[in-house]
């Protein structure tokens, strides 16, 4: 609930959010900072995705 909360104030969509964290878990393993919910939107889909 915290995940869907902090989406809901930052203005990303929170089922968008965490689909794409299942989907991309390599990307998110490899540079989490970059997969926060602040950072959402501004993270560009790996090429092939």
């Given at each position: 609930?915290?995940?869907i909360?902090?989406?809901?104030?930052?203005?990303?969509?929170s089922?968008?959010?965490?689909?794409?964290?299942?989907?991309?878990?390599?990307?998110?393993?490899?540079?989490?900072?970059?997969?926060?919910?602040?950072?959402?939107?501004?993270?560009?889909?790996?090429?092939?995705?």
């Open positions: 609930m915290t995940l909360h902090t989406c809901q104030l930052c203005g990303a969509n089922f968008d959010y965490l689909t794409q964290l299942q989907r991309l878990a390599r990307e998110l393993t490899a540079q989490p900072a970059e997969w926060m919910p602040w950072n959402y939107r501004q993270t560009p889909e790996p090429p092939g995705v």
